[in-house]
């Protein structure tokens, strides 16, 4: 056992020895501050920006979010270690660097193709189908289809007359029936027979 242990003693000053190996001299500092880890906080926080500012632009289902978010806490973790005001101000920025990206990543989508611009500023029912050609409660009309109980009707109207779904209510009706419109409820056309 000891020969291990002084064959591995001499290997760990041999090692110790090579300029890659050897001991790290003291990290340089800024204001007091180490500047190795106020660099990798200040990074850390950058690149949780960029990866919120990703999100907008590919589908990854919020796995990037996460990752951002992430970095961000990493980011204040590490400032923290630095110093606790340091660690606060980034606790601060970090939201307010969060919320500059998404306000940027939404104004973004809503120029982009992704959202459709067109809106529905009317009621888009299929009465207005019954509507545009003329009919309306009362209106007559004859079946072309057989109705058990729904089938097709054509009613005269605009244009030579067109046909639409109808329900009949009560009994079946058969192809060629003469049909009158007794409630039109917002898809449903009801007819009874005549």
């Known amino acids: 056992m000891t020969m291990l242990h002084a064959l591995l003693t001499a290997a760990g000053g041999a090692l110790a020895q090579l300029p890659v ?6 990290p340089a500092e ?3 501050f180490p500047l190795g880890t ?4 200040v990074m850390m926080l950058g690149l949780a920006a960029v990866l919120l500012a990703v999100e907008f632009l590919l589908v990854s289902w919020g796995l990037l979010a996460v990752a951002a978010l992430g970095c961000a806490l990493a980011a204040c973790a590490m400032a923290f270690s630095v110093a606790p005001g340091l660690g606060y101000a980034f606790v601060i ?3 307010v ?3 500059l990206v998404t306000t940027w990543g939404l104004a973004r989508m809503q120029r982009s ?3 459709p611009r067109a809106e529905i500023t009317a009621d888009a029912g299929y009465r207005h189908a019954a509507t545009a050609i003329g009919v309306d409660v009362g209106s007559t009309g004859v079946l072309v289809t057989d109705a058990f109980p729904a089938g097709r009707a054509r009613f005269a109207g605009k244009g030579g007359g067109r046909e639409l779904d109808v329900e009949v209510q009560g009994a079946t009706a058969r192809s060629g029936d003469a ?3 007794i ?3 917002g898809p449903s056309v009801l007819v009874q027979k005549t």
């Open 179 to 181: 049909v009158v419109v």
């Open 183 to 185: 409630a039109i409820s």
């Open 113 to 115: 193709r992704a959202v």
């Open 38 to 41: 106020l660099v990798g906080a």
């Open 21 to 26: 190996l050897a001991p790290a001299a003291a």
């Open 97 to 99: 660097a969060g919320a």
């Open 93 to 95: 920025a970090s939201p």
């Open 30 to 32: 800024v204001a007091g």
